[in-house]
């Protein structure tokens, strides 16, 4: 049994999590740095404490939340998604300190959380992996040479232990190799404290598409079916959707088997996410697993019916998972918008600052997860996430329909958000239709910006100018 839930996270994942706890009618434990003092983890949490006056190295210190953790008499520990959520030694650490770690075992994090690592485990489970770089270390710059030319540009670079769309450069000719490499390793070394990078071939304009997995500790493992989480901008998620408007039922059988055996191929236990690319002649390829609760999991949680978090924590408790592969059963579309507080007319540049009239969307088939009130100021140390609005309908018509009138109910204001530009991105056809991929962003944002209706677009004709230029010399390079 687990009587008390310390949650190492901050803003809406932390929040839900909290609320998961309520439903179970177990304790909940809020950690908190000095910025976060007015967040609303801190308030609803059922006890809150303050872990220390840095803004990010608060949630990032191991020892101090396992102290935090033992003082208070927690039993798990919830690591939400980002910070120490896929730190196999945090993992290690709550497993040494006799705490549940809300996840699968610290070793299981050690070999899936590291991309490479993961790559090669999975190609030697018989799992299709994008070709490229096949060696377990750091690559050289040779031998990334050597790989690109055998394989073919573009190719893209990637750090081992990157996430959040970071650590990623895509290279089009050998000219551009040795800087993009260099690059890499700096902000791998900045974001992930990893310098190690290796390569994969450029899959040109394909779909992502994700599988969610569930399985307990005594290896029965079930998948919850897909989300396409093509709509990106810079490798980042932006709206998703499930089920994929875009696949057959039998792709969909097939990925969920393929990422059912990538989860058994090493011994997963509890909630993970096995994401793979689809090419345009429906081949697909393993890319990454993220060892934890994803941001877009309550897509899966409205098409499915099932609560993941609350999932996550009775699996760790210990129980059985009574869910067989016949019971899942997708019903209508949910789909995912990410609000974030960025000024779309200033290249997205992260806003921070106090929020003004707050009223989130209501209705049939709108779900908000959110940690943000009327009054609340948005730190700028943090993810740019203020809200994400789930919508959900029958029909991929009427989900998107839904979408469209919800975010333009969503009022957040004195702050830039990215309210306008989702709902421009309502109007475009390809989208309408469910015929994208991961280009969409780049290749219509001349189209979406001028659908975009803000109330403070002072610039938007010099912006569209610009992006239709830049655009133009991208196409005219590629060439
Ligand atoms: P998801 O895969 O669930 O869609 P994202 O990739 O959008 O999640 O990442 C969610 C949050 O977690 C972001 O704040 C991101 O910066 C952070 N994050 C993801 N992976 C890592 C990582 N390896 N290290 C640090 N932060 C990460
Ligand atoms: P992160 O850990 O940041 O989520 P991923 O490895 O999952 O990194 O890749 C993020 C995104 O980058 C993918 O969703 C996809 O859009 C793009 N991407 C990654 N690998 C490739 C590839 N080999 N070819 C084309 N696009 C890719
Ligand atoms: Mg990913």
Known sequence: MIYKILIANRGEIAIRVIRACRDLHIKSVAIYTEPDMHCLHVKIADEAYKIGTNAIRGYLDIDRIIDVAKACKADAIHPGYGFLSENYEFAKACEDAGLIFIGPRSEVIHKMGNKNIARYLMSKN???IVPGTEKLNDCSLDELKTQAEK?????????????GGRGIRVVHKEEELESSFEACKREALAFFNNDEVFMEKYIVNPRHIEIQVLGDNYGHIIHLCERDCSIQRRH?????????????????????????????????????????????????????MNTR???????????????????????????ILDLEQSDIKH???????????????????????KIGEYFPALGPGVRVDSHIYKDYVVPSFYDSLLAKLIVKATSYDLVINKLERALKEFVIDDLRTTIPFLIAITKIREFRRGYFDTSFIETHMQEILEHTEDRHQENKEEVIAAIAATLQRIREARK
Request: aromatic share 8%; net charge negative; charged share 20%.
């Open 126 to 128: 018989g799992i299709p």
């Open 151 to 163: 394989i073919g540009y573009p190719v893209i670079l990637k750090a081992s232990g990157g996430g």
């Open 236 to 288: 980042q998620k932006i709206i998703e959707i499930a089920p994929c408007p875009s696949i057959s039922e039998d792709l969909r059988k097939t990925l969920g088997v393929t990422a059912v055996s990538a989860a058994r191929a090493v011994g997963y236990s509890n909630a993970g996410t096995v994401e793979f690319l689809l090419d345009d002649y429906n081949r697909f390829y393993f890319m990454e």
């Open 293 to 319: 609760i994803q941001v877009e999991h309550p897509i899966t949680e409205e098409v499915i019916g099932v609560d993941l978090v609350v999932r996550q924590i009775r699996i760790a408790a210990g129980e």
């Open 331 to 353: 019903r209508g579309y949910a789909v995912e918008a990410r609000i974030t507080a960025e000024n779309v007319w200033k290249n997205f540049i992260p806003s921070a600052g």
